[in-house]
Nanobody, 123 residues
C-alpha cells in the first residue's frame, strides 16, 4: 500500500553534491519511519540514513556522517537526502525504504522499498 518514488540521482565528480528525494504515499507520513539504503556491486546492502517518525534526530552511517543530511518535509510527504563531498565509494544503487516499525527500518527487514536510483561518483 505504501508507495515510494525516488528522484535526484546521477553522475558527479568526487567532491560534488546530489540531492535525493523520496516521496511517500499510502500511509500518514508523520507516522512513517523512512530512510535510505544503498548497495554497491559485490557488497551487502547497507543503511545510509534513517529519519524516524516523531521528530528524532536522523541516524547516519559512519561512512557518510558529516557529509549527508536527511530532512523530512511533512507537507510534501518527502524525505530529502542532501549528499555533499561525494566520494567514489559512495557509488551505489540507492533505495528509499519505509516501514511502520522503527526496528524493521534499522535492521533492513523492511516492508516498503522504492525502485532504486543510481548514484555514480567518479574520481
Amino acid at each position: 500500500q505504501v508507495r515510494l518514488v525516488e528522484s535526484g540521482g546521477g553522475s558527479v565528480q568526487a567532491g560534488g553534491s546530489l540531492n535525493l528525494t523520496c516521496t511517500a504515499s499510502g500511509y500518514p507520513f508523520i507516522s512513517l519511519h523512512i530512510g535510505w539504503y544503498r548497495q554497491a556491486p559485490g557488497k551487502e546492502r547497507e543503511g545510509v540514513t534513517r529519519a524516524y517518525a516523531g521528530g528524532y534526530r536522523p541516524w547516519y552511517a559512519d561512512s557518510v556522517k558529516g557529509r549527508f543530511t536527511a530532512s523530512r518535509d511533512k507537507a510534501k510527504s518527502t524525505l530529502y537526502l542532501q549528499m555533499n563531498s561525494l566520494k567514489p565509494e559512495d557509488t551505489a544503487m540507492y533505495y528509499c525504504a519505509a516501514d511502520t516499525s522503527s526496528l524493521s527500518l534499522s535492521r533492513g527487514d523492511i516492508t516498503y522499498w522504492g525502485q532504486g536510483i543510481q548514484v555514480t561518483v567518479s574520481s
